[in-house]
Each structure stands twice: as structure tokens, then as C-alpha cells.
């Protein structure tokens, strides 16, 4: 998606956001990567359909009454990438839980078996032929003022490919019957993040020892 509208927030998104297909692509921003440390300091959200909303976080105002209600609208999927982090911090900081998900890394590794390469940017580059994705700019200072022009595009980038590559995804599924399998990791991410929030966001449970 070459041509899209970007619309910079602060502290929530605008009155009368729609999303008419149903979905909305949701990625965060934090100060960094632990969730006892780190804050939340933007939400980007996009309707699949060419506008992307920033919305941004001073770290004391966390109402934002209008992305609490998309988040937690029982008929609109959130469609994320490695959603395990980003509902964890939302539900730390912003103190709901965001539901129904869909998950495009975890739907990655349910079809694309073949290799172990399913960050955004190798699964977008493969799966969208033609678009490239810059990640330099993951590891720089959110917590800024002002963003740099190189920081919204990069933030805007990482929702502006999710209704798209859900589409593919869930052809891969379908094909290969592992539609509810993924499915069934969807909806235990929220359980997931809990356990994150409770202590437990570096242990295998599942595992033997």
C-alpha cells in the first residue's frame, strides 16, 4: 500500500473512527522491551483501507476512552503482529484487554513451516511481493516530543500490511486445515498476557522441566 493518510494523536483516537471491514490493524510503541520497565508511548492503529492513526501516550493520561472502546469491541478483530507483547503492555498501562485477535506471526509459523524467519518484515516481503518494510527505526526513542518523519513511516508501516497479509495467511491455513489451531492460539493470548503480567513472561509452562 503505497498511498496512505497518517493521523498523529495525542492520547486518543478521534471521535467517529469507523472500520467498516470489521478489522483494525493495532501495533504499539514502548520505551523498550520489558513490561515492570518500560511504558507504553504509542498506539497505532489502521483500518485496512489506508488511514493509520498514531495515537500517542505522555505516560499520565491513559483514559483514552475512544481506543478503549476499539480495543475491547467484541465485533471488531485486532489484527497484530507478536500480539503477546503489545496486549500486555495495553493491559498494563491502559487496563483493558484487547479482544478478538488475530495474530499474523503466530498464524506464520501455523503455515510457513519451511523456515524459521517470521518477523514482519521477512513475512511481509515474502507473502506481499513488492513491499519492503525499513526496521531501523524499531530501537529508537519513542518517548520523544516529537517523532522524526522516519518514525511515524516506520510506525505506520507496521500496521498498514496486516489486513493484507491476514488474507494470505488464512488461505495457507484453510489449505492446510490448521485454521483452528491457530485459531485456538488466538484466543489464549489473552491468558498469555496475563501470565506475562504475573511473572511468568520468560517460562516455558508447558514445558517438561
Known amino acids: 500500500m503505497a498511498d496512505y493518510e497518517m493521523i498523529e494523536c495525542m492520547g486518543d483516537l478521534p471521535d467517529g473512527v469507523t472500520f467498516p471491514n470489521g478489522m483494525a490493524a493495532i501495533d504499539c510503541e514502548m520505551m523498550g522491551l520489558s513490561l515492570t520497565r518500560d511504558r507504553l508511548c504509542m498506539c497505532q492503529v489502521g483500518d485496512g483501507e489506508g488511514k493509520v492513526w498514531l495515537v500517542r501516550f505522555d505516560g499520565e493520561n491513559w483514559e483514552a476512552p475512544n481506543l478503549k472502546a476499539l480495543l475491547t469491541n467484541p465485533d471488531i478483530l485486532k489484527i497484530l503482529h507478536f500480539g503477546r507483547y503489545d496486549i500486555a503492555c495495553m493491559k498494563k498501562h491502559l487496563g483493558i484487554m484487547t479482544a478478538p485477535i488475530y495474530d499474523t506471526k503466530i498464524a506464520s509459523k501455523f503455515c510457513r513451516t519451511y523456515t524459521e524467519r517470521h518477523g514482519l518484515k521477512a513475512l511481509v516481503e515474502e507473502v506481499l511481493p513488492g513491499v519492503k518494510l ?24 507496521d500496521v498498514l500490511h496486516l489486513h493484507a497479509l491476514k488474507e494470505e495467511l488464512d488461505k495457507r491455513l484453510e489449505k492446510l486445515g490448521r ?16 501470565i506475562d503480567l504475573a ?3 520468560n517460562a516455558d509452562i508447558f514445558a517438561h522441566h
Open 134 to 157: 525499513d526496521k531501523e527505526q524499531g530501537t529508537t526513542y519513542w518517548g520523544a516530543d516529537e517523532l522524526t518523519d522516519a518514525q511515524k513511516i516506520y510506525a505506520a508501516n
Open 179 to 194: 485454521m483452528h489451531m491457530a485459531q485456538a492460539c488466538f484466543d489464549f493470548l489473552q491468558m498469555r498476557a496475563e
Open 199 to 201: 511473572g511468568w513472561d
